[in-house]
């Protein structure tokens, strides 16, 4: 297990409590130990300094959104009680769990981060300083148990199952249900503070108390769903809590569809989304509320046919309707569509997708009124009244910036139109950057050079790099053929010359924590060393 404490925050002795915990026999998933599934899944574990801070508006979205999304199931219930009595007893579990988003959500928000799973990264990060804030005396138990609950979660990440979504309501409690079962079946002295600790949450994190209860009592069959974790559920499902007694919400099953088979998880909504995909003509149709917590599922996992290898014209039927997402928005700017005639929500333009009460494009927004669009194969631009800005002729477009320019590409060159579909920065450059304060860097014929909005070369093509980095704060980084990186100024003049270990990317006041022959401190923009 590779441990990596840079700045010395752990002993030796927890270094070593921490080996010894994980090399302990654990058979769990295939693995053998929790050392085992680090090492496999090459998860490294990164000591970090500081007491973390939970951002409130990252937590508030994502309880606002579960509240949303519950709200929403409730109201599709309510419309359809009328011709399903039965249907009752399911509007009072989603009544209970609105009720314990809002208690949750305060509770959840004073927790102290001692550890935390980063999925991009595939990193445990442990933090001993907010350990020893939480009690000093318990630094030992903090250390195993929250590395413990880590590993969970880099369980639930690995191949085959990092597809599915981060569903925090019945991850969070599961990954305290791993740690406390490893605690229990390694015999670890630390088990009943960690079962006491765990017991006292008043967040979804509480409910891993309540599945080792249950567990110990018989219920064999939730070990087994903690080892088959991820699986394909909503992102804002939770646990139900009936009669004191946690149920765990089930996976998506499988259908045989135009003979493929289909992994999908069927919603019990009032117009609930459906879709047809007809092979012959590779068209998708697509009916129904496609909300933001389905059509991640729908969409970007289950269905695959979405790509436009795959897909050759879309349908909407006369109920669909969509909050607003990416991948939706990459079908409607991208293939033809049909829009059923009955559809009160949207209708079509000239073949563009339009809000059927104001006209506004239904596609990829470019920023400052405009839209991107597909045409065989190309892109090209319309503004808001769907009159075309470009011709489609880019290969890619990105939004316009502050400076009114957006930049394209055209095969493998690249360059910048404004707002009047001009090519104010010819489409030549082997890359360019974004403007910064009328400069960008830009790359033409293997040289790096700088230009100005006007496309007049203020830095000649001759600075020799394999990567130049965008101008931040007057700087760009440099990286020399030694592997080593430096600064270079707006003149083109070499401030710090390439012999640090890391990227330099200085801050709005002029610093950048460096890496040179192992040792981390802080330098200026001159390579003046501060720490």
């Known amino acids: 297990m590779n441990i990596i404490d840079q700045n010395a925050l752990l002993t030796s002795e927890q270094k070593d409590l921490l080996r010894e915990n994980a090399n302990k026999a654990y058979s769990f998933g295939g693995f053998i130990s929790l050392d085992d599934i680090v090492t496999r899944l090459r998860v490294d574990v990164i000591i970090e300094p500081g007491t973390p801070i939970r951002s409130v508006d990252e937590y508030d979205d994502y309880y606002e959104k579960a509240i949303m999304y519950w709200r929403r199931m409730l109201e599709q219930l309510y419309e359809k009680i009328q011709e399903d009595d039965s249907l009752r007893a399911e509007c ?5 769990k609105l009720e314990r988003l809002e208690v949750e959500r305060q509770a959840h928000s004073l927790m102290i981060l001692l550890g935390l799973y980063d999925s991009q990264k595939n990193v445990i990060k442990l933090f001993p300083e907010a350990m020893a804030k939480a009690d000093a005396s318990k630094m030992d138990e903090y250390l195993v148990s929250t590395f413990a609950h880590e590993v969970m979660h880099a369980y639930f990440n690995r191949p085959g199952h990092d597809k599915y979504p981060y569903a925090m309501f019945v991850e969070e409690p599961l990954a305290e249900f791993g740690m406390l079962l490893y605690l ?81 998880k069927w919603i019990p909504a009032l117009y609930a989304p459906t879709y047809f995909y007809d092979k012959p003509s590779k068209t998708l149709g697509l009916d129904g509320y496609w909300g933001d917590y389905i059509h991640y599922y729908y969409i970007k996992r289950v269905s695959y046919v979405h790509y436009e290898d795959d897909v050759q014209h879309l349908y909407l039927g006369e109920n669909f309707e969509y909050d607003d997402c990416c991948e939706l928005k990459d079908l409607f700017s991208t293939i033809p569509i049909t829009v059923s005639s009955k559809n009160k929500k949207m209708m079509l333009i000239n073949g563009i997708l339009v809000r059927r009460n104001d006209h506004i494009p239904l596609i990829h927004s470019c920023g400052k009124g405009y839209y991107k669009l597909k045409r065989d194969g190309k892109y090209g631009i ?15 477009i990105w939004s316009f910036q502050e400076n009114n320019l957006c930049k394209v590409k055209i095969d493998d060159k690249y360059g ?45 093509f001759k600075l020799d790099y394999p990567y130049m980095s965008e101008l931040r704060n007057g700087y760009a980084s440099i990286r020399g053929y030694n592997n080593k990186w430096g600064t270079i100024n707006a003149q083109g003049q070499v401030v710090i010359p390439c012999e640090y270990d890391s990227q330099i990317v ?26």
């Open 92 to 96: 009072r579990n989603i009544r209970e």
């Open 184 to 264: 229990h079946e390694t015999h670890s002295t630390y088990y009943d503070w960690a079962h006491d600790n765990v017991s006292n949450k008043n967040c979804c994190y509480g409910y891993g108390a309540n599945f080792m209860y249950q567990y110990l009592g018989g219920d064999k069959s939730l070990r087994k769903y903690l080892e088959e974790y991820k699986i394909l559920i909503e992102e804002y499902e939770m646990i139900d809590n009936s009669n004191g007694r946690i149920s765990l919400p089930k996976g998506g099953g499988f259908v045989n569809i135009n003979g493929g088979t289909l992994a999908v």
């Open 382 to 396: 319309i503004d808001s009244q769907l009159n075309n800005v470009t011709p489609f002729k880019y290969d890619s």
């Open 416 to 460: 910048y139109i404004n707002a009047k579909g001009e090519e104010q920065v010819a489409v030549k450059y082997d890359n360019i950057e974004s403007f910064k304060n009328g400069l960008a860097v830009a790359k033409l014929d293997g040289f790096y050079g700088i230009i100005n909005e006007q496309d007049e070369v203020v830095v000649p």
């Open 506 to 531: 200085f801050d709005k006041d002029g610093f950048d924590r460096v890496r040179k022959d192992g040792e981390k401190f802080i330098i200026d923009v001159f390579g003046n060393r501060k720490s």
